[in-house]
Each structure stands twice: as C-alpha cells, then as structure tokens.
C-alpha cells in the first residue's frame, strides 16, 4: 500500500482518482511565469509524485505559460493509463507576467489546442472553465459564465475534451453550467479559514460531483495560523499536513491538489494522507472559521 490510499478515491467524471493529488503549478518560474530555476528537480517531482500513486495532476497551458505542461510531457508521457491530467482555460499571461481574461471562443478554442499540443494529448481528459469575471486575480465574482462554457461544451461534443467542470464561481454560476453540461468537478479557493463554500461542497457532494480545494493555507490570519501550528505540534505533524487532513475529512468529495517543486515537501504534503486528526484536534480546527 503506497502512502495515499488510506486517504481513498473518488470519481473525476468516469474516471477513479485517489484523493490525495498533486497540483504542477508551482513547477514554472516565480510567479508561475517562465521556465523553472532547475529543470532536473521539476522532472523529479512530477515522477515522483507518479511513483508515490498520484493519479490526479491538475496543470494549465498559461502556467509558464506552456513551461509546466512542457514539463509534465517530458516527465510523463507516453502517460500512465490510470492518470487524468485535469486543466484549465479562461487566461493567457501578458509579457509582464500578468493574468488576463481570454474567454471568448477563439482564445478558449486556441487554449485548448495549446494544452492538447503540448501535453501530446488527442483528447483532454477534464477542462476547468477558470471564471475571472473580476478581473486579474479577482475571487468569484457573480455574472453569467453560460456564452464561454457553451463554448467548451461545443468542443466536448467534437471530442476534443471529455469532461467539463468551473474555476473560481459562485453556486449560481455552478448551476448555469450545470444546465448546459454535466460538471465533473468545482474548483475553488476553499480551507480551514474560509469557508464559503461549506454549502455548495455538501450539495456537491450528494450529487457525486467532486470539489477541488485550492490554496490549503492561503489567507489565514496570524492568529488562525498560530491555532494552526499549535495543533500540528501537538500531532508531530506539519502545518500544511494538517490542513490537509482536515480537508480530507471534510467531505469525501474533496480532491487535494497540493503544490510544490521540492519532492521532499511532495512526500510531507502526501503523507497527510494516513494523518489521524484527535477529536480534540479537529474541535480546535473547526474553531479556526472566520
């Protein structure tokens, strides 16, 4: 049994993941703009994360952008046949490394070529629709996603991407899509501090679809990450080890896809997956919201 099973599967569309996944964004230049500080050490972490019984990798064409799909290509590829590489459209990157919208049809149509290309994929497995009706790097932001996300429906209908799902949206944006094509997963900002989301994973959840939580430590106060670091001591564990493993237990719906470019903080963020949180841990954990 490898490290991650005990934190078990769950379904990505029609296809059974464990849980416990990797996220390749941290994988490009700082912030998340071209090519890595030490390619060997990028490759490594990608197999590495392979090896230890990652099945899930989520991953962009505009990280880089182009960089980290080029890398998960090198490493991987001819892939392994229970891996589902999960990406995301919506964004290009200027030259100065900034986040713009790119939500029309054309630009989602050349998105999806670009990650088909240099992931050499014929089909991609699940495409998030990343919502940035704010702008930049805006939080969800209410409005309708129905034109772009008809867009991508259009191009599972040719075949070209399997499954759909939405980034950074709000319920009523998860049901507007949900009306055009069946959702294989909801991608969110969602962790110990914030919240938000606490209905729409529940409601998930019952309908089989999964959720996937990102930035595991992002946001929190001083005083929730004080709370926070006292409880992994307590548990001889890491921080992010912990908020992990709340997450874990939060909803079996939830799928992890914790990023790193270091494989010894790969193997500390995978071994949250057999971490055994006390009731009085979690008790202090769940006091943490808000």
Same mark, same amino acid.
């Given at each position: ?25 941290? !994988? ?42 080029e890398?998960?290509?090198?490493? !991987? ?21 900034? %986040?713009?919208? @790119?939500? $029309?049809?054309?630009e ?83 962790? !110990?501090?914030h ?14 679809i999964?959720?996937v ?23 001889? @564990? ?7 493993? %709340? ?13 790193? $470019? ?29």
């Amino acid at each position: 049994m490898n490290a991650i099973e005990p934190a078990g599967q769950f379904m990505l569309g029609d296809r059974a993941v464990n849980r416990m996944g990797y996220g390749a964004m941290q !994988l490009a230049g700082p912030h998340v703009f071209g090519p890595p500080r030490d390619r060997d050490a990028a490759l490594d972490v990608l197999r590495a994360a392979v090896a230890a019984g990652v099945t899930h990798i989520d991953t962009s064409d505009f990280y880089g952008p182009h960089v980290v799909n080029e890398l998960i290509r090198e490493a !991987l590829a001819p892939y392994p046949q229970e891996l589902v590489l999960v990406t995301k459209v919506g964004a290009v990157r200027g030259d100065d490394a900034s %986040w713009n919208v @790119a939500a $029309s049809a054309s630009e989602l149509r050349r998105a999806v070529e670009d990650n088909l290309r240099n992931l050499a994929l014929d089909t991609l497995e699940l495409v998030n629709f990343r919502a940035m009706l704010g702008g930049g790097n805006a939080g969800p932001t209410e409005g309708s996603i129905a034109t772009p996300f008809a867009a991508l429906a259009a191009m599972r209908d040719e075949g070209l991407i399997r499954h759909l799902g939405v980034s950074n949206v709000t319920a009523r944006q998860v049901a507007e899509a949900s009306a055009i094509a069946p959702l294989a997963c909801v991608q969110n900002l969602y962790n !110990l501090a914030h919240r938000e989301d606490d209905a729409l994973i529940d409601a998930l959840a019952e309908q089989g679809i999964a959720y996937v939580p990102f930035f595991p430590l992002g946001g929190f106060s001083r005083l929730q990450s004080s709370r926070l670091d006292d409880v992994a001591r307590n548990l001889d @564990a890491t921080p992010m080890q912990v908020a992990l493993a %709340w997450l874990l237990r939060r909803s079996p719906n939830i799928l992890l896809i914790p990023g790193t $470019s270091s494989v010894v903080h790969l193997r500390e963020n995978l071994a949250a997956a057999s971490l055994e949180l006390t009731d009085t841990a979690m008790a202090a954990l769940d006091e943490m919201s808000g």
